[in-house]
Nanobody
Framework: QVQLVESGGGLVQPGGSLRLSCAAS????????MHWVRQAPGKGLEWVST????????YYADSVKGRFTISRDNAKNALYLQMNSLKPDDTALYYC???????WGQGTQVTVSS
């Protein structure tokens, strides 16, 4: 099974920034479309962002467009999410996901609160 390990979450004030990381293994990362999704308290999974295998094309949910930036380093099998201008509504457990995967990592908690 693929292995996805998220990190970088934490507690931050509104307007602050965080950079999430996802370490991937046990599959061909450089051939895989990658995604970030999140789950807020009491809500279902919400798609956040997607990046093409080569990193040249990205997609964002309207709720984060202009504030978040997805990127990847294929040499390191790593996926990133730079999160700026954070809002309380961004509070959620964040997961990375690979096309073709069948299992989730543990996620990383982001809490935006004053």
């Amino acid at each position: 099974q693929v292995q996805l390990v998220e990190s970088g979450g934490g507690l931050v004030q509104p307007g602050g920034s965080l950079r999430l990381s996802c370490a991937a293994s046990r599959f061909t990362f450089s051939d895989s479309w990658m995604h970030w999704v999140r789950q807020a308290p009491g809500k279902g999974l919400e798609w956040v962002s997607t990046i093409k295998p080569g990193g040249e094309t990205t997609y964002y949910a309207d709720s984060v467009k202009g504030r978040f930036t997805i990127s990847r380093d294929n040499a390191k099998n790593a996926l990133y999410l730079q999160m700026n201008s954070l809002k309380p509504d961004d509070t959620a457990l964040y997961y990375c996901w690979a096309d073709g995967a069948s299992n989730w990592g543990q996620g990383t908690q982001v809490t935006v609160s004053s």
